[in-house]
């Protein structure tokens, strides 16, 4: 649909754009992005026909540019620009009304009832309908915005060229926009070529990017092979981390700051004396947010949080909603739940085992309540009927260094290697199946770092932090189970 070839070209003498070909198909949502100064809206403007290029081509359904009449080149494109303003006094429909311009027939400019249709449903799908009659100098920076998308939409084009659309508006306008946009080159082809500075936005949305970087394309491609860390940290000259979104599979940038980088190497490290016991919990207060990865019952995955909650319910314990119902512990309780990590257990918290493993630079807290009541053979799981009985091995691992993701998993995968071998070493029976059990049925674990010190990029067995965590939980679970034991058969 849109064809740009070998363009060159700026503002006096000096060329701005070089050598610039790219295409964009009907129906696409096209992301233009680049730092400041790399030639955007010169390019936007271009497309659109406000500034002439030197160099090379654009051409729309195959026919150039300079072959349109400023009418007809209105009909197919429409144009919401970066810092819309207006001199005149008008009203909000008056406004959206001028993008009819280019639809109407005849010296005397006709006002149909088709031009009146088309104002009212655009003013209604970007929410300025109820304000029609206000004077758009006495609409906040956001509203003003919706009303030239309403007017850019009244002109019903074919393709819909946007500076930085959601410059002004909020977080719902902005979702609310990108979505409509999604939406029309979905259902109706329309084709939207806009600039972004929000890299994540641009992710979420935009079908394909192009990146600017100096007046000439970097890359044009997907947003997953345009959002690379390495590029974007090179392009943009700043440092950024690249994340997956927690929903959808697209690209999410965040930005490392400053203030973080240059942190001091904390001398705090998680440790015993941090713990605080009694019969109805255990709690862990850090002076600091920790970076975690759990399977408790709140917190749960991947994030950050501060207090950590083991708590003691009865064997009898039985609610429709139990996250619910934590959640709400927890909150009676004094604890924020969304900075808390939290587990339950029928476990008498009198018999936990904890204890601080330490190297020369990093050191590891390892916190284990178990009762083997419910073991079960991982490898017989199907033997079982489906029942989650609150007898159960809950596992904390603080680590007192920087880990990477894969370290992460793989402190994961030791734990459970070590606890697997403590079932082993302890005889523990899985009830239904009499073979050795490698856990229980409910067993829950948190990874929790301070991200701060020596950084930890593996957790195998063999590597430094695989070789304390093995030991810890080892030791750790073994006693845990002892006491377990000791207490069931009244020693
Ligand atoms: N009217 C103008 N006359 C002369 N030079 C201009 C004019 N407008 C922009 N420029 C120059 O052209 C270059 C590219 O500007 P452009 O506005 O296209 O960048 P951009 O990528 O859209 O930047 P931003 O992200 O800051 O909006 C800049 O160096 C700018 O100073």
């Given at each position: 649909?849109?064809?740009?070839?070998?363009?060159?070209?700026?503002?006096?003498?000096?060329?701005?754009?070089?050598?610039?070909?790219?295409?964009?198909?009907?129906?696409?949502?096209?992301?233009?992005?680049?730092?400041?100064?790399?030639?955007?809206?010169?390019?936007?403007?271009?497309?659109?026909?406000?500034?002439?290029?030197?160099h090379?081509?654009?051409?729309?359904?195959?026919?150039?540019?300079?072959?349109?009449?400023?009418?007809?080149?209105a009909?197919?494109?429409?144009?919401?620009?970066?810092?819309?303003?207006?001199?005149?006094?008008?009203?909000?429909?008056?406004?959206?009304?001028?993008?009819?311009?280019?639809?109407?027939?005849?010296?005397?400019?006709?006002?149909?009832?088709?031009d009146?249709?088309?104002?009212?449903?655009?003013?209604?799908?970007?929410?300025?309908?109820?304000?029609?009659?206000?004077?758009?100098?006495?609409?906040?920076?956001?509203?003003?915005?919706?009303?030239?998308?309403?007017?850019?939409?009244?002109?019903?084009?074919?393709?819909?060229?946007?500076?930085?659309?959601?410059?002004?508006?909020?977080?719902?306008?902005?979702?609310?926009?990108?979505d409509?946009?999604?939406?029309?080159?979905?259902?109706r082809?329309?084709?939207?070529?806009?600039?972004?500075?929000?890299?994540?936005?641009?992710?979420?949305?935009?079908?394909r990017?192009?990146?600017?970087?100096?007046?000439?394309?970097?890359?044009?491609?997907?947003?997953?092979?345009?959002?690379?860390?390495?590029?974007?940290?090179?392009?943009?000259?700043?440092?950024?981390?690249?994340?997956?979104?927690?929903?959808?599979?697209?690209?999410?940038?965040?930005?490392?700051?400053?203030?973080?980088?240059?942190?001091?190497?904390?001398?705090?490290?998680?440790?015993?004396?941090?713990?605080?016991?009694?019969?109805?919990?255990?709690?862990?207060?850090?002076?600091?947010p920790?970076?975690?990865?759990?399977?408790?019952?709140?917190?749960?995955?991947?994030?950050?949080h501060?207090?950590?909650?083991?708590?003691?319910?009865?064997?009898?314990?039985n609610?429709?909603?139990?996250?619910?119902?934590?959640?709400?512990?927890?909150?009676?309780?004094?604890?924020?739940?969304?900075?808390?990590?939290?587990?339950?257990?029928?476990?008498?918290?009198?018999?936990v085992?904890?204890?601080?493993?330490?190297?020369?630079?990093?050191?590891?807290?390892?916190?284990?309540?178990?009762?083997?009541?419910?073991?079960?053979?991982?490898?017989?799981?199907g033997?079982?009927?489906?029942?989650?009985?609150p007898?159960?091995?809950?596992?904390?691992?603080?680590?007192?260094?920087?880990?990477?993701?894969?370290?992460?998993?793989?402190?994961?995968?030791?734990?459970?290697?070590?606890?697997?071998?403590?079932?082993?070493?302890?005889?523990?029976?899985?009830?239904?199946?009499?073979?050795?059990?490698?856990?229980?049925?409910?067993?829950?674990?948190?990874?929790?770092?301070?991200?701060?010190?020596?950084?930890?990029?593996?957790?195998?067995?063999?590597?430094?932090?695989?070789?304390?965590?093995?030991?810890?939980?080892y030791e750790?679970?073994?006693?845990?189970?002892?006491?377990?034991?000791?207490?069931?058969?009244?020693?």
């Open positions: 649909m849109l064809h740009v070839k070998h363009l060159s070209g700026g503002y006096t003498g000096e060329s701005i754009l070089k050598d610039i070909s790219f295409e964009v198909e009907k129906g696409e949502l096209f992301g233009i992005l680049g730092p400041n100064g790399s030639g955007k809206t010169t390019l936007l403007k271009m497309i659109s026909g406000i500034l002439a290029y030197k090379g081509s654009i051409s729309i359904n195959s026919k150039t540019l300079s072959e349109y009449t400023p009418k007809e080149l009909k197919i494109v429409a144009v919401l620009p970066q810092h819309s303003s207006q001199a005149f006094s008008y009203t909000v429909k008056e406004t959206v009304s001028l993008g009819r311009y280019a639809h109407q027939k005849g010296w005397f400019q006709t006002w149909s009832d088709e009146e249709n088309t104002v009212q449903r655009v003013m209604a799908q970007t929410g300025v309908a109820e304000f029609q009659d206000k004077n758009i100098q006495e609409l906040s920076g956001g509203e003003r915005q919706r009303v030239y998308l309403a007017q850019a939409l009244a002109q019903e084009p074919e393709i819909l060229l946007l500076d930085e659309p959601t410059n002004h508006l909020d977080l719902s306008y902005q979702k609310e926009l990108l409509l946009l999604k939406k029309w080159t979905k259902e082809g329309l084709t939207v070529i806009s600039i972004f500075h929000d890299l994540n936005l641009a992710g979420l949305y935009c079908d990017l192009l990146l600017l970087e100096r007046g000439t394309i970097n890359i044009n491609h997907t947003p997953n092979e345009v959002l690379k860390e390495e590029r974007i940290n090179k392009v943009y000259d700043t440092e950024i981390e690249k994340q997956p979104h927690p929903k959808v599979p697209a690209p999410q940038m965040v930005l490392m700051p400053e203030w973080q980088k240059h942190a001091e190497v904390s001398s705090i490290s998680i440790n015993p004396e941090l713990l605080e016991f009694s019969d109805e919990k255990i709690v862990l207060q850090s002076p600091i920790l970076r975690t990865m759990s399977s408790g019952v709140v917190g749960s995955g991947t994030g950050w501060q207090t950590f909650v083991n708590r003691h319910v009865g064997m009898d314990y609610c429709s909603d139990h996250r619910v119902e934590m959640v709400e512990y927890l909150r009676n309780h004094g604890f924020e739940p969304s900075e808390t990590v939290g587990m339950m257990t029928a476990v008498m918290l009198a018999d085992s904890y204890k601080l493993y330490k190297e020369d630079d990093f050191s590891v807290m390892v916190v284990v309540t178990a009762g083997v009541g419910n073991a079960i053979d991982a490898s017989k799981g033997m079982h009927a489906f029942s989650l009985k007898g159960t091995i809950n596992t904390w691992l603080f680590v007192n260094g920087q880990l990477t993701e894969e370290a992460f998993i793989q402190s994961i995968m030791t734990a459970t290697e070590a606890k697997v071998k403590v079932m082993q070493d302890q005889q523990v029976l899985d009830s239904v199946t009499k073979t050795i059990a490698t856990g229980t049925s409910t067993d829950s674990i948190l990874i929790a770092s301070t991200q701060k010190g020596r950084l930890l990029d593996y957790a195998g067995p063999i590597t430094a932090l695989g070789q304390l965590i093995g030991k810890g939980i750790c679970t073994t006693e845990a189970i002892v006491k377990y034991r000791k207490r069931k058969q009244g020693l």
